[in-house]
């Protein structure tokens, strides 16, 4: 971790208020299946004391390549996996080791648009269906006017809603998948790689529809990808995770411009760009040359 990240926690308030979500040295660790009865089974640490804070109104990103840990962690923040250690806060409230029926507060107050929408839509609700469900389950009134309002803020038309989801393409079934997260009114959006799985031309359109939703609707979003550009563009503060733990963290111009760890800098160099691609320049000879920089 940098001296930045040293003298104080990842992301953490500097004016002494009570941070939205508050991670304390968070770890997960998870017992393989035996393989021989001789042996003791296999143990894997998939995070190694992760601690943040997320204030109000941020916008907050974890970036780190497959296996970084990003997804253990993700599903502890929205509370659907325990910790081996360490705590999660949320709104100054323990949320580990709660039950599920003591977490109804934060299935209202954090709502999650997935990386893959044909894979979270079910296919055999229609749009209106898939939007208000979330209304349904908690019992709010006025679900009709709801949807008209989240339809045309992400953009889809009114006939929309009396559709299926294969009837859509991939960055409309995505607008889809957000319309519903913002159906319940969260007060936090946590967004798994939701631009991965789309074409690259949509993909600016939905990170640019990201942030005005949040700007518009004052949600705090903490937003997970493997890609550093990406989280440029929507997010303020950054968290660079890398085997399990947090080895970088700060503004997001920062990170990009002036990157302290080793890891964060191949994160960077792995980037592909137009001027690299027109030297003939590969981003795994870049990280290759990074790397070779970095040793003694």
Do not use: W
Request: charged share 25%.
């Amino acid at each position: 971790m940098t001296a930045e990240g040293r003298s104080t926690v990842a992301g953490a308030t500097t004016d002494g208020g009570q941070p939205l979500i508050s991670v304390r040295d968070l770890q997960r660790v998870y017992t393989m299946p035996r393989t021989s009865l001789r042996r003791p089974p296999t143990r894997v640490t998939a995070l190694r004391g992760v601690s943040f804070d997320v204030r109000k109104g941020q916008r907050f990103g974890i970036v780190g390549e497959s296996g970084s840990g990003k997804s253990t962690l993700l599903r502890l923040l929205c509370a659907l996996d325990q910790p081996t250690a360490g705590s999660i806060r949320f709104a100054g409230l323990q949320i580990t080791g709660r039950k599920e029926r003591e977490l109804r507060f934060l299935r209202k107050e954090l709502q999650i648009v997935f990386q893959d929408p044909m894979g979270s839509l079910n296919p055999r609700m229609r749009v209106r269906d898939i939007i208000c469900e979330p209304l349904v389950a908690q019992r709010q009134p006025d679900r009709q006017e709801r949807l008209d309002e989240l339809l045309a803020v992400v953009g889809l038309p009114s006939d929309a809603a009396a559709r299926f989801p294969h009837q859509f393409s991939g960055g409309q079934r995505q607008r889809i998948a957000i319309a519903r997260a913002l159906a319940p009114r969260p007060s936090v959006l946590v967004a798994d790689e939701p631009v991965s799985a789309l074409d690259v031309s949509v993909q600016a359109q939905i990170l640019n529809l990201l942030a005005d939703l949040v700007e518009r609707f004052g949600i705090t979003l903490v937003f997970v990808s493997h890609d550093l550009s990406v989280v440029r563009h929507v997010c303020d503060t950054v968290a660079v995770l890398h085997e399990g733990q947090i080895v970088e963290t700060g503004p997001t111009e920062r990170i990009h411009t002036a990157p302290q760890h080793p890891y964060t800098r191949r994160l960077i160099a792995a980037v592909p760009t137009l001027e690299r691609a027109l030297a003939g320049i590969g981003a795994a000879e870049l990280a290759h040359d990074v790397s070779s920089a970095e040793e003694p």
